[in-house]
C-alpha cells in the first residue's frame, strides 16, 4: 500500500476518454463494467499525479439514484478514498434532485452499513431502477439490495 497524504489527490469528473481507466478499475476489483458508459452515468475520479486511482457514479431516475461502481485501485485502499469519494458523488447526486439512493453489492455490505445505508428487499425499490441492467442482468439475484436517503 502506497501512503500519501490525502489532500494530495485530486477528484473531478472523468473526461470522456478516461472510461476506459474506469472500466479497467472495475475489472481489477472484480465489479461489472460492460454496460458503464459516459452517456449513461455521471461519475466521479480519483486521481494521484495524473493517475486514475478511484471511481464512483450513479445513473439518474428522476428523484431516484442507482449509486454505481466505487472502486479504488488496490494500492490506494484503506486511505479513506472509497468514503470521499461516495461524499462527493452524493453531493453530485443531491445537486441534481436526487433523494433517495439505491446499490447492489454482494461484497461491500459492511462498508456501505458503516455509511448509514440500510438493507432493503428488492420489491421494495422504486420501478424506475428495479427495471435498470444492473437490476436485471448485471448484479446477481443474491446481491444484496440496499437504499439511503439523502
Known amino acids: 500500500m502506497k501512503f500519501i497524504h490525502p489532500k494530495k489527490f485530486k477528484f473531478r469528473a472523468p473526461l470522456v476518454e478516461e472510461f ?5 478499475l472495475l475489472l481489477d476489483s ?4 460492460q ?3 459516459p452517456a449513461n452515468q455521471y461519475f466521479i475520479i480519483a486521481e494521484n499525479e495524473g493517475e486514475v486511482i478511484g471511481c464512483c457514479g450513479f445513473e439518474q431516475y428522476g428523484e431516484y439514484g442507482l449509486f454505481r461502481s ?3 485501485s488496490a494500492d490506494y485502499r484503506s486511505l479513506g478514498i472509497g468514503r470521499l469519494l461516495t461524499d462527493k458523488i452524493m453531493d453530485l447526486a443531491k445537486g441534481k434532485g436526487i433523494n433517495t439512493f439505491y ?8 462498508f456501505f452499513k458503516k455509511q448509514s445505508w440500510n ?3 428488492r420489491v421494495q425499490v422504486q420501478e424506475e431502477i428495479s427495471q435498470t441492467t444492473e437490476f436485471l442482468s448485471v448484479c446477481p439475484s443474491t446481491a444484496t439490495c440496499m437504499m ?3
Do not use: C, G, N, W
Open 119 to 121: 438493507v432493503t428487499d
Open 103 to 110: 446499490l447492489l453489492t454482494t461484497t461491500a455490505e459492511d
Open 30 to 33: 472484480k465489479l461489472p463494467s
Open 70 to 72: 466505487l472502486a479504488v
Open 35 to 37: 454496460d458503464i458508459h
Open 20 to 24: 476506459t481507466f474506469i472500466q479497467k
Open 148 to 150: 439511503y436517503r439523502l
